[in-house]
């Protein structure tokens, strides 16, 4: 059971906007702490997205988007496409535990 | 192009140790934190430990007193030492460079593709 909450899966249909949320708590999320969000190809090592909550990393695409709101974070994306199937993560730091923390992950499927 | 590459992986019994290492290319790691953080296949990432640029070190909990991270910059490298394996300390492991986040900790920038430690008897 992670610390950070992912749901499991979401689906949509190309060109659709899917969201995936990121909850934790006041040491984590709800805190200082920013969110950073990762995503993971099969066979592949995660691949940074977006930090501190809501900047895109270079050469990342305007179609993805970053929100944090009290203990809970999203990544959206929009105009779906079939190669953004992946896993995506959401990571950030948690004061009780002093740890960097990962969310359990969320497999997209476009349909 | 920037590039980490890991090395030293393979098979342990419990209670055996391991020496990793991360070789940097394409990026200024002196002045950079670099961490481990390993993931069992179908399983989110765990960060492991990190070091900073400054030598600072950290651990998560369930490795302190038995993992040992260090760093030569004149190599751009990274070690783990593993001490006194787990069979749950089986996993993937990747080093990673960390950059500043707002708030003082660490998001993580640049991946390499990871070197696999399996503890069985």
């Known amino acids: 059971q992670s610390v950070l909450t992912q749901p499991p899966s979401v689906s949509g249909a190309p060109g659709q906007r899917v969201t995936i949320s990121c909850t934790g708590s006041g040491s984590n999320i709800g805190g200082i702490f920013t969110v950073h969000w990762y995503r993971q190809l099969p066979g592949m090592a995660p691949e940074l997205l977006i930090y501190d909550n809501t900047n895109r990393r270079t050469g990342v695409p305007a179609r993805f988007s970053g929100s944090k709101s009290g203990v809970s974070a999203s990544l959206a994306i929009t105009g779906l496409q079939a190669d953004d199937e992946a896993i995506y993560y959401c990571?950030?730091?948690?004061?009780?535990?002093?740890?960097?923390?990962f969310g359990g992950g969320t497999t997209l499927t476009v349909l | 192009e920037v590039q980490l590459l890991e090395s030293g992986g393979g098979l342990v019994q419990p209670g055996g140790s391991l020496r990793l290492s991360c070789t940097a290319s394409g990026l200024t790691f002196n002045s950079d934190a670099v961490s481990w953080v390993r993931q069992i296949p179908g399983k989110g990432p765990e960060w492991v430990c990190g070091i900073s640029h400054y030598g600072d070190f950290y651990y998560r909990e369930s490795v302190k007193g038995r993992f040992t991270v260090s760093r030569d910059n004149s190599k751009k490298s990274m070690h783990l030492q593993m001490d006194r394996l787990r069979i749950e300390d089986s996993a993937l492991y990747f080093c990673?460079?960390?950059?500043?986040?707002?708030?003082?900790?660490?998001?993580?920038?640049?991946w390499g593709q990871g070197t696999l430690v399996t503890v069985s008897s």
């Open positions: 990673a460079e960390a950059n500043f986040a707002s708030g003082g900790t660490w998001f993580f920038d640049q």
């Open positions: 990571q950030s730091y948690d004061s009780v535990l002093n740890a960097w923390l």
